[in-house]
């Protein structure tokens, strides 16, 4: 039997041996689709392929991508555990065609890749085809020889895919496994595929996409003029057939996991069968958190990082339902290495970091969850005796931000206890934060306004205003350049003209200015024409932003400050080059502090994050605990040692997987092509710093001129920040510091190199004044104290004091309570002051008066209520706080009155 890698690695040997280049999985993190929160297809990483925006090497692709399927209509969460094939990270087995081959090669591979590749047996494979396309019909029965009545004609529902409301689409064809009739379900004695019903007896194993057409936005579909096909075959569903497992968990990619979990434990074959939902929720999620963060996701309350900790929480839950008392997803997470690491290399290669945020995280989530599962245990029981069945949104979200309860784990357990969540409260409670589904936020208009360029950068082609790869793009060569304005755009039209004062976007044929990309800001400058090189420029355009709304075009962004411009005019793009410079020394400066991050705390350090601006870097890393003072000093010495080496920096170019096997960096989620730009600093041989980039750099470290770190904090869960500055703002940082140095040292009297000293002695006095001070406080105050004791009042017999005193604090308030019950043995009191322009106020009630119906807690509440406040506590001491204390003498007057009112009641 074939193993679940032999099953992959099959998969992508067969399709090479057709022709197809072997391309790796793209990260989780999807890189060129913002639309979309992970990566939940193996198309992904092609669309720009298929949209005609992107050119490949090849026009024949296999890979074997990751994928996760957690939001919007792919949300298969609820469905993972109590079903047998639903997943949250699967693997996506595809064949891809751009412009190259169609329908009849794409239905030949996929017949013997199953047949000859895999051994299914062909009677026990059904084909479905669109109701209309006698094309794939064909080509299945007479040139692959299958029974017509085993292809079924489907309509637009099953059979028919689109990339949107807009663009390419197509029919599909899809191919089933018939586990046999033994297996049905549904009860239908003309039981079938046809029926498209959920019977279990059918699995659909793969979908062959043809992208035959372009659909407008009337609806109207024309064919495209390069077709191409995109199939999709999860592998846990193809292993299933092949290992012939009617569940995907007792196949070999999760027993692994289910027989560690099971050891772990120590259960027995009929304790596993017991708690089968939460061994099979430990391993789909335990693959999928190790992938995640793998690809740089880290746990959050936003977007991924809120899919990863609701995953990661869920998973830990379930643990806990099986038996688990202490963090066991650690454990987990290495059953993935061993079994997936030869194939993703870069789990083994982040495997402490990665072993460390899971640590980490479940961990946080123990120290919360038996408070936070005793909250909604009594919440729960609450409903239930008042006969309600369902639990607030208010009160879904408390648990959420309050106690790390994600919303779809108090769904879970109240559905376990027959309740429901009011959803619409707790969305509605998350205002202000980001969905789970990031697509909310790109509206169809981005879509059109994607089309417009893509269509603009098309006709500019076809006219010959710029080449086959679009605009002339040299960031890194020149900061200026002459070159040819091709197009104006305002307001998202293309207009002939651009007057003195209008906001417009400018398109030249070619252009030297940077882009926004990779965390560097993108460049600003001027583009000017002259009609006379002797005379002024005849129009001028201030650039503050340059952008790439689609691959091979550049628009520049800014106002018309003089003239008239017009396309065919001859025109100068000039970069700032002052501040390119400042930007330039900031993003060398990035790399040299990565590489001393990794060298000074360890290999485990990632980039996560990053902005290269004008006047400062910020660079973000994965990192378990904050730095210490010395860590810091020590990669701030080593970044300027190198500075002032002056190591040349030189950018390469090599393949992805040379420039990775020479050492190169590259980041999580970003995306790469076959060709990639290597910028090394320092020696050919053993460089040192060497990473994947695409953005602008000094010729020499030394042009940074000075580097120095600013701050160090944390960001999120594993997740560090530094903020750094370098040459003429770091000179400028260092000028100002010394300036306040020099005045303080005057104002002190002392050297500059004698401050700290100085000061530290002056704290020194300064806090013995204090204590001096606070002593003799305390003795006014006990001075007051006896001065207080003759307006004791007797209410019931009770000792009863209430009065408004010089106190500096709550704490001394507390004291003169103290005081007053040593005093005096039984009584009640309640002590006023201003502090800080606010009444506070403590109430005390001796032990010996509880059963008598005395709480200073309640108490201290009323009298707070007269002073614009609130407060509470324990029923022998309380305290509480308002906002006039103006009603302060007159609000304390009232307690014994209420004192009274507590004893009738």
Request: aromatic share 8%; hydrophobic share 40%.
């Amino acid at each position: 039997m074939m193993t679940s890698a032999e099953i992959r690695q099959a998969f992508l040997n067969y399709f090479k041996k057709q022709g197809h280049a072997i391309v790796s999985s793209s990260s989780l993190i999807p890189g060129n689709d913002p639309t979309l929160l992970f990566t939940n297809a193996g198309m992904v990483q092609f669309k720009d392929a298929f949209l005609g925006l992107e050119k490949r090497e090849y026009t024949r692709a296999t890979t074997s991508q990751k994928c996760m399927r957690v939001s919007g209509k792919h949300n298969d969460l609820e469905n993972v555990g109590p079903s047998p094939r639903h997943h949250t990270f699967f693997e996506m087995l595809g064949n891809f065609s751009f412009g190259d081959y169609f329908k009849r090669e794409a239905i030949r591979y996929a017949y013997e890749c199953l047949t000859q590749i895999y051994g299914l047996d062909p009677d026990q494979l059904y084909y479905t085809v669109h109701t209309d396309d006698d094309e794939a019909f064909g080509y299945w029965v007479d040139d692959m020889q299958v029974d017509p009545e085993r292809v079924y004609r489907m309509g637009d529902k099953t059979n028919f895919w689109m990339m949107g409301d807009t663009g390419p689409c197509g029919p599909t064809s899809e191919l089933h496994y018939d586990w046999g009739p033994e297996f049905c379900t549904c009860g239908q004695p003309d039981c079938s595929v046809a029926l498209d019903n959920g019977c279990e007896r059918w699995l659909e194993i793969w979908n062959l996409v043809f992208m035959q057409f372009n659909q407008a936005a009337d609806g109207s579909r024309t064919p495209l003029p390069k077709p191409g096909v995109d199939t999709g075959m999860g592998l846990e569903r193809i292993v299933s057939v092949v290992q012939n497992k009617r569940s995907n968990y007792e196949t070999d990619l999760f027993t692994p996991i289910m027989d560690r979990v099971q050891e772990l434990l120590g259960h027995s074959d009929a304790e596993r069968e017991k708690y089968l939902v939460s061994y099979r929720v430990i391993a789909d999620h335990g693959r999928a958190v190790t992938f995640m963060i793998g690809d740089g996701v880290m746990p959050g309350n936003e977007g991924r990082r809120y899919v990863l900790r609701l995953i990661l929480r869920r998973a830990a839950r379930h643990g806990r339902m099986a038996g688990f008392s202490n963090p066991f997803l650690a454990e987990i997470a290495r059953v993935v290495f061993k079994e997936m690491g030869a194939h993703y290399a870069e789990l083994k290669a982040r495997q402490e970091f990665i072993l460390n945020v899971i640590a980490q995280e479940e961990e946080r989530f123990y120290q919360t969850y038996e408070f936070g599962l005793k909250l909604l245990t009594d919440l729960m029981d609450n409903l239930k005796g008042r006969d309600e069945s369902v639990i607030s949104g208010p009160d879904a979200f408390k648990l959420h931000a309050t106690y790390g309860f994600p919303f779809e784990l108090t769904r879970d357990i109240a559905l376990e206890h027959g309740l429901l969540v009011d959803e619409a409260g707790f969305r509605h409670e998350m205002t202000g934060h980001e969905k789970i589904s990031a697509s909310d936020q790109f509206k169809a208009a981005g879509e059109e306004k994607l089309a417009f360029y893509a269509n603009l950068l098309e006709k500019m082609k076809t006219d010959g205003q710029v080449g086959a790869a679009g605009v002339k793009h040299s960031p890194y060569d020149h900061m200026e350049t002459e070159s040819q304005l091709v197009s104006i755009i305002r307001d998202g039209q293309v207009v002939q003209s651009a007057r003195e004062g209008e906001l417009v976007e400018l398109v030249l044929a070619a252009t030297p200015f940077y882009v926004e990309a990779g965390g560097q800001i993108g460049d600003t400058g001027l583009i000017v024409h002259f009609d006379d090189p002797d005379s002024p420029p005849a129009w001028e355009f201030q650039v503050t932003d340059s952008q790439k709304p689609v691959t091979g075009l550049i628009v520049h962004v800014g106002q018309m400050t003089t003239g008239v411009a017009r396309p065919g005019d001859e025109a100068q793009a000039i970069v700032d080059l002052e501040r390119r410079w400042d930007i330039m020394r900031n993003h060398t400066a990035t790399h040299l502090l990565h590489s001393e991050l990794r060298r000074v705390l360890g290999e485990h350090v990632q980039q996560a994050g990053s902005l290269v601006a004008v006047d400062r870097l910020r660079f973000d890393f994965t990192h378990p605990g904050m730095l210490t003072q010395e860590e810091l000093l020590t990669i701030e010495s080593s970044v300027n040692d190198a500075i002032l080496v002056n190591h040349p920096i030189r950018p390469e170019y090599h393949t992805y997987k040379e420039a990775v096997a020479a050492g190169a960096i590259a980041l999580f989620g970003e995306k790469y092509g076959d060709a990639v730009r290597v910028v090394k600093i320092g020696d050919e041989d053993a460089p040192f710093s060497q990473e994947l980039c695409g953005g602008t750099h000094v010729h020499y470290t030394g042009d940074i001129g000075f580097f120095h770190i600013v701050s160090e904090g944390s960001v999120a869960a594993g997740v560090r920040r530094i903020e750094a500055v370098t040459g003429r703002y770091a000179y400028q940082l260092v000028q100002n510091r010394m300036a306040t140095l020099d005045a303080t040292a005057a104002f002190l009297g002392c050297a500059p190199d004698e401050v700290d000293r100085k000061v530290l002695n002056l704290m020194g006095q300064l806090q013995n004044m204090e204590k001096a001070v606070e002593k003799l406080q305390r003795q006014l105050a006990r001075q007051d104290f006896e001065r207080l004791l003759s307006r004791v009042q007797e209410v019931s017999g009770i000792n009863v004091l209430s009065a408004q005193v010089e106190a500096t604090s709550v704490a001394m308030l507390r004291e003169m309570s103290d005081w007053f019950r040593d005093r005096l043995g039984s009584g009640v009191i309640v002590l006023g002051a201003v502090l800080s322009g606010k009444p506070s106020l403590v109430a005390a009630v001796t032990p010996d008066l509880l059963n008598q119906g005395l709480h200073a807690g309640t108490l201290v509440k009323a009298v707070a209520q007269e002073v614009g406040g609130g407060g509470g506590g324990k029923p022998t001491l309380a305290q509480a706080g308002g906002r006039d204390a103006s009603r302060l003498t007159e609000a304390l007057s009232h307690v014994p009155g209420l004192v009274e009112q507590s004893l009738k009641r």
